[in-house]
């Protein structure tokens, strides 16, 4: 069985080594030692100067939609995973949605000035599978018409946009840190700001709005997490690079047995920083993705449908039809994709696909702006293996 992905887990003797001190010290939450430990490497890690390390990633998008005070509408896109959305509603938004661009799948920033009205107050913005959005269009429409950016970026971990932690735009990012995701602390998530006051703002209301012994400056809640969830965090860390590099290798070995179906890949603006944590592909049809998924299932491969359906067709918002949205969701698949997928299962979905197609073996490689990716290494190492899909 091939699932779509599979989490990440470090040797149980390494992750013993840590519950061990949390043993010996008796001391389980409340921003304990290993929180802190945990909080310290990552801005190492991702070279930033402030996180909050949270819950999860809804709870993160819930304080950052509450800390900045958000009333009113919220513009968003309809193609992200169903928190992005549930999360302005929570806190008593109305979602706005703006459709997407068809080859980044991000919100396309030349339709969000059309969408603004008196009581629009903020963006949430999704870096759609860790692709960054057009970070500075938005940037220049919000400055101009005085609203918040919240940028979801629960798939971006590693990710950098112009050499910095894609996680340091925005009035607020926000991460997730959950079992799925490609650096995990099982749940958590972070919030990331470089403005102090709003920083101070999340570190109060994690806690519960307590600012001293006894005192109360603000409304809070309980966004804190564990030593047992930091634990695992810190064993993690030690193999991201791994996990990052691994990926991008499984990554460019898809790009290039696919290379020649006809499907189309999403458009990576800056490839080069990017963390490859999903494949997504869409097929032309409906019915040519659903038959695919089909022949994949028969042999126990299983992809996923993500995201889909589209958010502005939830039951609780105001829907709308976003036409290249609902498009995409209703043809998109995303291909089994985690660090110890083996080669051998890869060419063997590769294969399934092309045979569905009835690929033709004089077809041109497709993937032309993935040239980058697809190194004379791997090309020469997969040259040696030519696929045989009958
Ligand atoms: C996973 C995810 C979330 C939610 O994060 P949790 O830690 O599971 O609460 C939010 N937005 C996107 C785009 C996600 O993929």
Known sequence: MIPVTKPFLPAEKEFKGYVKTIWERQWLTNNGPLVNALELKLKEYLGIDHLLYV????????LAIKALGLTGEVITTPFSFVATTSSIVWQGCEPVFVDIDAGTFNIDPAKIEAAITAKTTAILATHVFGNPCDIDAIKKIADRHNLKVIYDAAHCFGVRYKNK???????????SFHATKLFHTI???GVFTKQPELL???????????????????QGINAKNCELHAAMGLCNLNHVDEILRQRKKLYS???YRLGKLDVQFQKLENAEDYNYAYFPVVFKTEELMKESKEKLELAQIYCRRYFYPSLSALPYVNNSTMPVCDSIASRILCLPL?????TSDLDLIARLLLRVQNFDENDKLKATHFGELITGQIE???????????
Not at 380 to 390: C, D, F, G, H, R
């Open 200 to 218: 101070k703002k999340m570190a109060i209301m994690r806690n519960f709005g307590y600012s001293g012994v006894d005192t109360f400056s603000d």
């Open 187 to 189: 749940e958590g998530g």
């Open 55 to 62: 819950t999860n990633g809804t709870i993160a998008l819930q």
């Open 165 to 175: 932690s894609i996680f340091e735009y925005g009035d607020i990012s926000i991460t």
């Open 380 to 390: 020469s190492e997969l040259k040696k293996q030519p696929l045989n899909i009958n």
């Open 338 to 342: 985690y660090h110890t997928l083996a």
């Open 253 to 255: 070995h898809y790009l």
